[in-house]
């Protein structure tokens, strides 16, 4: 499952995906507006067996730049965040595995 998210201008912002028989993923960025730097940006993984205690997400840039993360079990969601760095047009996307 992927979800993407188009920031203009880099504020902070937020988007979701959610298919009916899975998992809700979503991603979000803490930047300033205006500012080249997406800040910290997040993903969550919500509905998920008690059971998986991690999964892992790769975040895309529109570039190709790929990051591979693992997500923790934190009160009940799978998440994660990192800071990616400067971005010239503020598009993300988060794949889960699996």
């Known amino acids: 499952?992927?979800?993407?998210?188009?920031?203009?201008?880099?504020?902070a912002a937020s988007a979701?995906?959610?298919?009916?028989?899975?998992?809700?993923?979503?991603i979000s960025v803490t930047g300033s507006s205006g500012?080249?730097?997406?800040?910290?940006?997040?993903t969550a993984r919500t509905n998920q067996p008690?059971?998986?205690?991690?999964?892992?997400?790769h975040i895309t840039e529109p570039g190709g730049q790929t990051y591979t993360l693992t997500d923790r079990r934190h009160?009940?969601?799978?998440?994660?965040?990192?800071a990616p760095g400067i971005q010239t047009d503020g598009k993300l996307c988060a794949r889960y595995q699996g």
Not at 35 to 42: E, L
Not at 75 to 82: E, I, P
Request: charged content about 10%.
């Open 16 to 26: 979701c995906a959610h298919h009916l028989s899975g998992p809700r993923v979503c």
């Open 50 to 57: 008690r059971c998986s205690t991690t999964a892992t997400v």
């Open 75 to 82: 009160s009940g969601r799978l998440v994660a965040s990192f």
């Open 35 to 42: 500012s080249a730097n997406p800040g910290r940006v997040h």
């Open 1 to 11: 499952m992927a979800v993407s998210l188009d920031v203009p201008a880099h504020a």
